[in-house]
């Protein structure tokens, strides 16, 4: 039997947004959200870890090629949401609440796409928003997006 070894690597990027709903009133969003409710946003300075597993390439000795995987995630995550407000983002402009457990649930659906490529599989994604508040998501594990 093959061992799986498990590989897990940190990214940091900033990001702002405001969590808001549209058909509620001002006074429920913000006794739904509080501060974070602020019609200029908030920012986070987000640490993101991405775990992927597979067998370990006799060549190499290593699970995965983590220069492709830097490539892949600063691609597809860093570059894109870095320094923005996420509220502007495609993925937020209409009724999905960027909350860090949407956020989550989306930065996994765009690594999942491109994951098998690099040979292996993406078994964990972590938000940190802040360092009391993490996230984290299990791609195996069925889910429903946050929208009010």
Known sequence: MTPVVHFSRR?????????????????EN????????????HGHNYVLEVTVAGSVD???????????LDSLVKEQIVERFDQTHLNIDPLFAGALV????????????LLLKS?????????????????????????????????F
């Open 58 to 68: 006799a060549a190499t000795g290593m699970v995965v090629d983590m220069v492709a």
């Open 30 to 41: 913000y006794a739904t959200f509080g501060k974070c409710n602020n019609p200029f946003g």
């Open 115 to 147: 994951a098998d490529a690099l040979g292996v599989r993406l078994v964990r994604v972590r938000m940190e928003e802040t360092s009391n508040n993490s996230f984290d998501l299990l791609p195996q594990e069925p889910r429903d997006r946050v929208v």
């Open 11 to 27: 990214y940091r990027f900033s990001s702002s947004h405001r969590l808001h709903v549209g058909t509620m009133s001002e006074e």
């Open 98 to 109: 960027p909350s860090t457990e949407n956020f989550v649930i989306e930065v996994e659906k």
